[in-house]
Each structure stands twice: as structure tokens, then as C-alpha cells.
């Protein structure tokens, strides 16, 4: 098996909004691990989404008629594919909130329809803030597809809603709340996932996460 080539997340020397930063749930890391024979073509298909050439990678949009947001599936194999859709977070290197490419999970061709019902119930908490900023489309040309970046002073991009309508909602949100954790792609991931490295990863805080984290590594500093 060939070497497979990594992939860069954003930094904030990049161009803001050249390339989509690509975001892992924990699920589809754990799939990754336990199944890293898949990393080959998945790091030349999550390449394609990167730079955008969405045309050229091998997704399909699966239609539902309860989506907030577009979903897609990407094969992978006979048997593999991984969900994804386009989301809104908050970016620290950018220091502003900017679309990505949100992959939810890596799975058997024969369960992906299984997992749609639980990412709905999250697209369900999203604001209409949220949902709109996750709608746009920058089409740099035919053949590309770039983030679109927002202002920090843009509203309701943080907030979610609180669902309260029916237990059986409730129970695919609390479903759900397993892929909720993410983690950027980068070159150190991808080589931890290919060599087995155990460890702690380090997963994407929010924004109000990030600022509890930095008010407190400076009051520690003192």
C-alpha cells in the first residue's frame, strides 16, 4: 500500500477562505483507527473537498425530507462511505466563524441512512442564523467551490436551540450527541491515526469554550 499523502487544515497564515478546513467527528476517527486500510482514498477524497473541486469527488447528496442542511455521502469503497455536510464554526486561527466541511462518520454503504435521522435532530437545534450561513455557496468557478468567511460580529452563529418537542427527538438528539466532538485534520492526525498513536486529541472548542480555556491559562499565568 502506498504512502498516503497528508492534508493541511487552515492556519491562520492561509488565505481566509482559500480552502475548506475539514472537520472529523470522533466517530469517524474512531472508524479511521480501527479501519486505517481506508485511509488512502479517504485522504484523496477529503483533498478534493479541501481545495474545493467538489465536482470531482466521488459525494452524492442524499435527499431528506426533514434536512436542514444539505448531506452528502462520499464512497469510499464497495462497502465504505463517509457523511458529511457543510456547517458554521467558529475558526481561532481566522478569528472569525467560517464554513467547513463536517465529516459525521464513516460507514458500512448499507447504514448510511441509518445516521441521518440523528444528524437532522442536530441540524433541528440549529438557529435560522445558522442555518442560512451554512446554505450560502461561493461558487469561485465551474469547477470550485470556496468557504464563505463571516464577520465576528455576525449574530446567532453560536446559538442552538433546546429541543423539547417529543421523546423520540430527544432520544436521536441524545443519539446524535456522540458525533458532536470534532477535530481538524491535519498532518499530525492523520499520522497518529496511520501509526496507532494513543493519546488525547485535541477537539475543537467553541468559542465560548476557547475564551474559559484562555481566561484561564492567563489568570495562571499571573
Not at 497564515?13 to 476517527?29: F, H, K, P
Not at 474545493?52 to 442542511?69: A, F, I, N, T
Request: charged share 20%; aromatic share 10%.
Amino acid at each position: 500500500m502506498g504512502k498516503a499523502k497528508a492534508i493541511d487544515h487552515v492556519t491562520a497564515n492561509q488565505t481566509v477562505g482559500s480552502c475548506w478546513l475539514i472537520l472529523l467527528s470522533e466517530t469517524a476517527l474512531r472508524t479511521l483507527q480501527q479501519s486505517n486500510f481506508l485511509m488512502p482514498v479517504f485522504l484523496e477524497q477529503a483533498k478534493i473537498l479541501q481545495k474545493g473541486k467538489w465536482s470531482q469527488s466521488r459525494s452524492q447528496e442524499l435527499y431528506h425530507v426533514g434536512s436542514k442542511l444539505p448531506i452528502y455521502h462520499t464512497t469510499l469503497s464497495d462497502t465504505f462511505y463517509f457523511v458529511w455536510q457543510v456547517d458554521v464554526v467558529y475558526v481561532h486561527p481566522l478569528k472569525a466563524h467560517a464554513q467547513v466541511v463536517k465529516i459525521w462518520d464513516v460507514v458500512y454503504t448499507d447504514q448510511v441512512h441509518g445516521i441521518i435521522d440523528g444528524i437532522i435532530s442536530v441540524q433541528n437545534t440549529y438557529e435560522s442564523e445558522l442555518l442560512s450561513a451554512g446554505r450560502l455557496r461561493h461558487e469561485a468557478s465551474s469547477t470550485k467551490v470556496l468557504p464563505h468567511v463571516f464577520p465576528s460580529s455576525t449574530e446567532g452563529l453560536e446559538r442552538r436551540r433546546i429541543m423539547s418537542s417529543s421523546t423520540h427527538d430527544c432520544v436521536k438528539l441524545e443519539n446524535a450527541i456522540t458525533t458532536m466532538r470534532f477535530v481538524p485534520l491535519s498532518k499530525i492526525l492523520i499520522g497518529c491515526i496511520q501509526f496507532g498513536i494513543k493519546g488525547e486529541i485535541p477537539f475543537l472548542l467553541s468559542k465560548e469554550e476557547y475564551k474559559v480555556c484562555y481566561s484561564f491559562m492567563a489568570s495562571f499565568s499571573r
